[in-house]
């Protein structure tokens, strides 16, 4: 079931694969997001997460990165973070988590 308050999308760009996240990163988006990120991570080159249009992040959505995250320690491609929210800020501090998930200042190039 596609959750209504989520649009994730994912683009090839260059070798990297951006997987953009806009509105609302919760349980009810969990499933979406967590197969975009894990198809993403399927092919060869990085994974950049483009979370500055997410609106609110729950710990669930929290936990759909830490897995991609996992993941690439596990030998699956690089993920990074590029330009996440105030909302995501928030919950990245609060739960003490911030710098696990790279930050990346600029997305791939087309």
């Known amino acids: 079931m596609a959750a209504e308050h989520v649009d994730v999308r994912s683009e090839a760009r260059g070798e990297a694969t951006v997987v953009r996240v806009v509105g609302v990163l919760d349980a009810l988006a969990l499933e979406d997001v967590s197969r975009t990120l894990t198809d993403a991570q ?28 996992e ?12 330009r996440p929210s105030e909302a995501v800020q928030r919950l990245l501090d609060v739960s003490g988590v911030r710098g696990v998930l790279p930050e990346v200042e600029e997305l791939p190039a087309a």
């Open 42 to 69: 399927r092919g060869a080159g990085p994974v950049v997460i483009d979370l500055e249009g997410v609106t609110f992040m729950d710990s669930r959505g929290l936990g759909s990165l830490l897995a991609a995250n």
């Open 71 to 82: 993941r690439s320690r596990e030998g699956a491609p690089q993920v990074s973070i590029y």
